[in-house]
């Protein structure tokens, strides 16, 4: 089935600092999606794009849609200690229905 | 305001035990999904559910069963012959066919003592 290669693995990054991170896939995808996961409880979701090449904001967070429509991209400005979590991209692949692909994730640290 | 309940938040279980997972959603989804997630780990794919009393197997089905005999309900058993159990359990559900994302519970942590 289709992969998703999400990195980094992990962050340690300063509080104040900008953050990104990338998801890339062989394989194209229709709709990417970013979700957040906090210690102990579900991912919510952050950002949805639905076109190539589109670019959305959430406050101080930014994702794209990849204009080949094989990768995602996501950027947190001004990092703040509630930043901190696992960050995980999902995909929705043409003919799978409603079953996403998910990344490995990101483990994003931020430092006082 | 809806949502989707996972029941325990934490659930202990003996080896060979049979146990069974909560997901209850009144989003009024038709699709359900079972996740596991190890430490450090993505998130696997266990059962998904898309109609009542219809239910496939995930990537990691082995050990594993459901069942989805109401639209709001999808209960997972993790049975005796899965043979690493410990991890968090995540159920999410999802709208409708153009696939916006799936909303997640809260999760159940299982540990085998």
Known sequence: GQQ???SPQSMFIQ???DVSMNCTSSSIFNTWLWYKQDPGEGPVLLIALYKAGELTSNGRLTAQFGITRKDSFLN???SIPSDVGIY???GL???SAR???FGSGTQLTVLP | DGGITQSPKYLFRKEGQNVTLSCEQNLNHDAMYWYRQ???QGLRLIYYSQIVNDFQKGDIAEGYSVSREKKESFPLTVTSAQKNPTAFYLC???RDRVGYGYTFGSGTRLTVV
């Open chain 1, 99 to 101: 079953q996403l692909t």
């Open chain 2, 92 to 94: 999410a559900s999802n």
């Open chain 1, 93 to 95: 692949a043409p003919g």
């Open chain 1, 76 to 78: 947190i400005s001004a």
């Open chain 2, 38 to 40: 190890d430490p450090g």
């Open chain 1, 88 to 90: 995980f991209c999902a």
């Open chain 1, 4 to 6: 998703l290669n999400q």
């Open chain 1, 15 to 17: 509080e104040g600092e």
